[in-house]
Nanobody, 127 residues
Framework: QVQLVESGGGLVQAGGSLRLSCAASGRTDSMRAMGWFRQTPGKEREFAAGIRWSGGMIFYSDSVKGRFAISRDITKNTMFLQMNSLKPEDTAVYYC????????????????????WGQGTQVTVSS
């Protein structure tokens, strides 16, 4: 089992920045990839960014590419999401996710399933 805890959400004005963190604990040696998802009321959860734990290959959704940057600190079992040039449409609950699936080592992280999820952190961007 892997436990994930997000932090760093909050209220920011449009054009501003926030940095989210996701701390992993438990069987972190089993993790092959981690990702950030977001969800607004009435909509499905959508992929925002993902990173392979070994090697660090990165994937972004088109909606955040060029504005968000995902990274990880293997020594601290922590993943980050630097969000710049925030827009009101970025308002959502942001979730951290992880997977031990072997397929994460070679498949597009936007197309795989994630097994472990955090509780989410609210990001609100005001106009």
């Amino acid at each position: 089992q892997v436990q994930l805890v997000e932090s760093g959400g909050g209220l920011v004005q449009a054009g501003g920045s926030l940095r989210l963190s996701c701390a992993a604990s438990g069987r972190t040696d089993s993790m092959r990839a981690m990702g950030w998802f977001r969800q607004t009321p009435g909509k499905e959860r959508e992929f925002a960014a993902g990173i392979r734990w070994s090697g660090g290959m990165i994937f972004y959704s088109d909606s955040v590419k060029g504005r968000f940057a995902i990274s990880r600190d293997i020594t601290k079992n922590t993943m980050f999401l630097q969000m710049n040039s925030l827009k009101p449409e970025d308002t959502a609950v942001y979730y951290c996710a992880a997977t031990p699936a072997f397929s994460a080592a070679f498949r597009d992280l936007r197309a795989i399933s994630y097994e472990y999820w955090g509780q989410g952190t609210q990001v609100t961007v005001s106009s």
